[in-house]
Structures are given as structure tokens and as C-alpha cells.
Nanobody
Framework: QVLVEESGGDSVQAGGRLTLSCVVS????????MGWFRQAPGKAREKVST????????VYDPSVLGRFTIPRDNTKRALFLQMNALEHEDSATYYC??????????????????WGRGTQVTVSS
């Protein structure tokens, strides 16, 4: 069983920055995908960014491109989400997802099968 734990959520002012962390108990067999997803109240969960394996180019949702980055440290089984220039629309519960799969599969939220409980980010305007 893969255990996933997120941390780092907080309340910040618009324009501020925040870094979320995700730690995984073990990687699933096969090439691990990791990603950040978010869900705002009344909305469906959406992909923020995913990364296939270290050294590959991450995939970002257009709404966060240029503002968010997704460093990954396989030695620590950790994934981070560095968020800059935060906007009110970024307010949501952020989830870390993990799965085994190919590069193409990693880009699909439906492919992820291990999730954390989420961490709340609130951006006040």
C-alpha cells in the first residue's frame, strides 16, 4: 500500500508564495508518476501539474504555467509544489497523487490510484 501525505497548506495574500510538500511511503512498482491536483468548493478536481520521473519535463495546467514549479526528489520519495504569484482562484484543497505508468498515463488524473488527504490553500485578494 502506498501512503501519501501532503503538507504546507496555508492562508496567504494574493501575490504571495507557498510551497507544498508530498511524501510517499514507497513507490509503486514500475515507473512512478507523481502529480499535484486541486479541488475548489463546488468544482471537480483538476490537474495542476504532473511529472513522470526525475529529469523529465513536467506538465503544467495553463492556469499555473509560469507561476508554479514541481520539483521532485526521488531519494526522499518527495514531491513539492512551489507556488508563486498566487491568485484568489488558486484557493483549493491540493492533493498529491501517485501511480505507476507511462509518460502518457501520468498526464491523466484518472490513472492515479494513491492519494493523500489533501492540504488547504486559501488565497485572499
Amino acid at each position: 500500500q502506498v501512503l501519501v501525505e501532503e503538507s504546507g497548506g496555508d492562508s496567504v495574500q494574493a501575490g504571495g508564495r507557498l510551497t507544498l510538500s508530498c511524501v510517499v511511503s514507497t513507490f509503486p512498482f514500475g515507473s512512478p508518476c507523481m502529480g499535484w491536483f486541486r479541488q475548489a468548493p463546488g468544482k471537480a478536481r483538476e490537474k495542476v501539474s504532473t511529472i513522470y520521473t526525475s529529469g523529465t519535463t513536467p506538465v503544467y495546467d495553463p492556469s499555473v504555467l509560469g507561476r508554479f514549479t514541481i520539483p521532485r526528489d526521488n531519494t526522499k520519495r518527495a514531491l513539492f509544489l512551489q507556488m508563486n504569484a498566487l491568485e484568489h482562484e488558486d484557493s483549493a484543497t491540493y492533493y498529491c497523487g501517485v501511480a505507476a505508468g507511462s509518460f502518457a498515463q501520468c498526464r491523466s488524473e484518472a490513472h492515479y490510484d494513491s492519494w493523500g488527504r489533501g492540504t488547504q490553500v486559501t488565497v485572499s485578494s
